[in-house]
């Protein structure tokens, strides 16, 4: 019994010691690496930009295929990645690779390719948003930050280069849900004036993503997609 209680007390000193070296930024760190090991995974994205609802849901497997459908409207582009290659559906088009669709000179051609070739899947957006936040702090199973004034600009803009358009006044949020050590949602709040057109026009967008279907997803890319990756 005396051993017993011994080995009772270390396993609970033990505890406490992890649990006072442990902090949210690398508790939320550690349930994006741990995401990003899974053999698949699926998500479920909501956004409300001004005034405007859009949706996305993707599927993604270790080493494999991503398959991305965003809606905004009763607009749909559908979006296959394998082997570091993109194929791409904007609405009402066809299955074209992502340098056919910037080779256009439509302004929606080159603002989908920027979209698709800064796009990350969850694993890796939780790694870019907490590299991007300030001091992350705990309540309860929640992880919240504010973002730096360079990351929110960025996060806005959509990426980096000369064609993104001019943030000014940026600001941000990110708040992170965890449950067994493993990111279950995150809120990313971005606010802003950007230049459209010559037009500064303020804007505030709030996108929440859901992780679902750990170890379930499969993904299977539309034959005419495989066409354009193979």
Request: proline content about 3%; overall charge neutral.
């Given at each position: ?72 409207g009763d607009s749909a582009t559908e979006v296959a990645f394998k082997d570091k290659k993109i194929a ?125 279907d750990v170890g379930t997803t499969k993904v299977t890319l539309p034959e005419a997609a495989q066409k354009k990756l193979s």
């Amino acid at each position: 019994m005396k051993r017993n209680g011994l080995f009772g007390i270390i396993a609970l000193w033990a505890a406490c010691v992890m649990a006072a070296d442990s902090n949210p930024r690398d508790e939320v760190l550690a349930a994006a690496k741990k995401l990003s090991g899974e053999s698949n995974y699926a998500w479920k994205s909501s956004t409300s930009w001004g005034g405007f609802d859009g949706s996305a849901e993707g599927k993604v497997e270790k080493g494999g295929a991503m398959f991305l459908t965003s809606t905004f409207g009763d607009s749909a582009t559908e979006v296959a990645f394998k082997d570091k290659k993109i194929a791409i559906k904007p609405p009402d088009g066809e299955w074209q690779t992502v340098d056919e669709l910037e080779a256009g000179d439509e302004w929606l051609g080159r603002f989908l390719g920027r979209w698709v070739r800064n796009f990350k899947a969850p694993a890796a957006e939780i790694e870019d948003l907490v590299s991007k936040a300030k001091e992350l702090k705990k309540e309860a199973d929640v992880c919240s930050a504010e973002l730096t004034s360079e990351g929110a600009a960025e996060l806005l803009a959509g990426g980096r280069g000369p064609d993104v358009p001019p943030v000014k006044n940026a600001k941000g949020s990110v708040r992170f849900w965890l449950k067994d050590r493993a990111v279950q949602k995150y809120e990313l709040r971005l606010q802003g004036t950007m230049n459209w057109g010559g037009e500064e026009r303020d804007t505030d967008r709030t996108t929440t993503t859901e992780v679902k279907d750990v170890g379930t997803t499969k993904v299977t890319l539309p034959e005419a997609a495989q066409k354009k990756l193979s």
